[in-house]
């Protein structure tokens, strides 16, 4: 069985300790590749590197917006001179955050809207964060209809918002958060939504399962994702293993 995460920060200083015997836990969960998308200009260095060191791990990059006071406008061009160069798999991760009121929503859609013209240009996917902010990102999706794919990360829109992003080609991550009980109307989209569009995620360090609240989370642990979304749908884990991880091998040419 092999399993992808989709989206991990294992290049965060949160791994520095121990990133080969986390590393070596994911393995041993069948969590066999990973992609690793980028936040800021300053960490893409670091994340080449890891990369580069370990054939498993897959490289994007991208300008956060949570990290909206580190990007400067000629980050921009060197994020083209990036993929130019290092030829990762995804733009990533951008998007826009509408949680956080201190991040202008202007400057957001600028980048959001730069790096989506760069996805474009490289044809490559991209990797979207869009907290409290599906709708806005639809929008900005839509004059993109059939030049870009990619994937929502951590997605936490409606049933409604998700048939109207397959539509316009584009997968739901799904991490820790759907393990959770209370969590029930996310529950119920991954119970019923088209297999082809769902990916497995960890957001590690971020976003711990239900089981480990509170605690690091690891790429391992995308298994558990999988087995509680295999519980959900009432189908053997395998299914889920091999959907997803054909789901990701397509988008990223894994």
Same mark, same amino acid.
């Given at each position: 069985?092999?399993?992808?995460?989709?989206?991990?920060? #294992?290049? !965060?200083? /949160?791994?520095?300790?121990?990133?080969?015997?986390? @590393?070596?836990?994911?393995?041993?969960?069948?969590?066999n590749l990973q992609v690793l998308p980028?936040?800021?200009?300053?960490?893409?260095?670091?994340?080449?590197? #890891?990369? !580069?060191? /370990?054939?498993?791990?897959?490289?994007?990059?991208? @300008?956060?917006p949570m990290f909206l006071s580190e990007h400067r406008h000629e980050h921009l061009d060197q994020l083209k001179n990036w993929l130019r160069a290092e030829q990762p798999v995804a733009v990533g991760e951008f998007g826009l955050d509408f949680h956080v009121a201190t991040l202008d929503p202007d400057q957001q859609r600028y980048y959001f809207e730069q790096q989506l013209a760069l996805a474009v240009e490289f044809k490559l996917p991209v990797i979207l964060h869009a907290r409290r902010a599906?709708?806005?990102?639809l929008l900005a999706l839509r004059p993109y209809r059939g030049r870009v794919r990619g994937v929502i990360h951590s997605y936490g829109g409606?049933?409604?918002?998700?048939?109207?992003?397959?539509?316009?080609?584009?997968?739901?991550?799904?991490?820790?958060?759907?393990?959770?009980p209370r969590a029930?109307?996310?529950?119920?989209?991954?119970?019923?939504?088209?297999?082809e569009f769902l990916l497995l995620e960890s957001d590690a360090p971020d976003q711990p399962l239900c089981a480990w609240r509170g605690q690091r989370n690891e790429p391992a642990r995308v298994r558990?994702?999988?087995?509680?979304?295999?519980?959900?749908?009432?189908?053997?884990?395998?299914?889920?293993?091999?959907?997803?991880?054909?789901?990701?091998?397509t988008l990223f040419h894994l």
């Open positions: 069985m092999e399993l992808v995460d989709s989206h991990c920060h #294992l290049d !965060a200083p /949160e791994f520095d300790a121990d990133r080969s015997a986390v @590393l070596a836990r994911a393995q041993h969960a069948c969590v980028a936040v800021t200009a300053a960490s893409w260095p670091k994340l080449r590197a #890891l990369c !580069a060191s /370990e054939p498993s791990l897959f490289p994007a990059y991208g @300008l956060h599906v709708e806005a990102t409606s049933p409604e918002q998700a048939h109207r992003l397959f539509e316009l080609g584009f997968l739901l991550g799904i991490g820790g958060p759907v393990t959770y029930q109307r996310l529950r119920a989209l991954v119970a019923a939504m088209p297999l558990q994702v999988a087995e509680c979304i295999a519980a959900l749908r009432c189908v053997p884990l395998e299914d889920i293993a091999a959907a997803t991880t054909a789901n990701a091998r």
